[in-house]
């Protein structure tokens, strides 16, 4: 399902909305971006594949005149980092956090966020999940190999979070696309 598509079939998820949305949206939310995860598989990612990713997302930001952060990295490796007009240290923050969580889970940092949601059980409220180092908001998706898994994670921050995901997931489908991976 495309985020157009999402936002068509009714009153979609809000994250950061109240606590009283439809539980039905949650659920529709979470298949969303599990088909996400499905689809947005690669054959190979190189850090020249990062940098050029890199400058997709910014190249959309900068269209957009959007207020962005982005990293790209493996785990203590940072292979693309840049930031708009618009953001502060703060944004810093949310990268490394958002980035963290995607890379401890193996899953995209909303998903994180959402299932602990639906479950009734916040990652949040673990007392393993340590919220001063990682946060399950959305905006960090892992950069899945086929056939071996994760091997990076594209993050965006300065949006709200489904808006830092949509952004994620829709710089993932343009660049596998075009370089075909």
């Not at 079939?9 to 659920?27: N, R, V, Y």
């Not at 998706?141 to 056939?147: A, C, G, M, R, S």
């Not at 921050?157 to 949509?166: A, I, N, R, T, V």
């Amino acid at each position: 399902m495309s985020n157009d598509a999402l936002s068509s079939a009714g009153p979609a998820f809000d994250p950061d909305g109240s606590d009283d949305q439809s539980a039905e949206a949650l659920e529709a939310l979470i298949k969303t971006i599990e088909r996400e995860v499905d689809e947005l598989q690669f054959t190979r990612f190189t850090n020249d594949d990062a940098v050029a990713l890199g400058q997709l997302i910014i190249q959309l930001g900068v269209g957009r005149n959007l207020p962005i952060a982005v990293c790209i990295r493996r785990p203590d490796h940072i292979l693309f980092r840049a930031a708009l007009d618009g953001t502060t240290p703060d944004n810093d923050y949310w990268l490394d956090a958002k980035s963290r969580t995607a890379e401890r889970y193996f899953l995209p940092s909303l998903l994180v966020g959402l299932r602990g949601r639906r479950d009734g059980t916040p990652v949040e409220d673990d007392p393993l999940f340590d919220t001063t180092t990682h946060a399950a908001h959305g905006g960090s998706f892992p950069l899945y190999i086929q056939d071996v898994g994760p091997v990076a994670t594209v993050t965006v921050s300065g949006l709200p979070q489904l808006e830092d995901h949509k952004l994620v997931v829709e710089a993932l489908r343009t660049f596998h696309a075009a370089a075909g991976l």
